[in-house]
């Protein structure tokens, strides 16, 4: 069983920075696709973005694009997401997902999950 564990949300303010990082002690999670996806209140879970196992190829959304950057060391069996000039609408919960194969936009193909971290980002 994958089970992913999120950490390294909180508070910061517009134009901040922080890394989330999400680690699963499995294999599957080591040679499968991960992605992170968020759920703002009142809104639906939303793509943000993925990597493939070797890291070599990765999707974004294009809220995202140019500011995250996701990454993941295997070694380590951690998938990391850089978030850069945060913005008050980068505001929800993140999650960390999980799948063999390639990587998919849709939460729909992801069996596992974490429990998610909050991200708040004040004006």
């Known amino acids: 069983q994958v089970q992913p564990v999120e950490s390294g949300g909180g508070l910061v303010q517009a134009g901040d920075s922080l890394r989330l990082s999400c680690t699963a002690s499995?294999?599957?999670?080591?040679?499968?696709?991960v992605a992170w996806f968020r759920q703002a209140p009142g809104k639906e879970r939303e793509f943000v973005a993925a990597i493939t196992w070797t890291g070599r190829s990765t999707e974004y959304d294009d809220s995202v694009k140019s500011r995250f950057i996701i990454s993941r060391d295997n070694a380590k069996n951690t998938v990391y997401l850089q978030m850069n000039r945060l913005r008050p609408e980068d505001t929800a919960v993140y999650y960390c997902?999980?799948?063999?194969?390639?990587?998919?936009?849709?939460?729909?193909?992801?069996?596992?999950w974490g429990q998610g971290t909050q991200v708040a980002v004040s004006s």
């Open positions: 997902a999980a799948k063999e194969g390639y990587y998919s936009p849709y939460d729909g193909d992801y069996p596992y």
């Open positions: 499995t294999t599957t999670f080591s040679s499968g696709a």
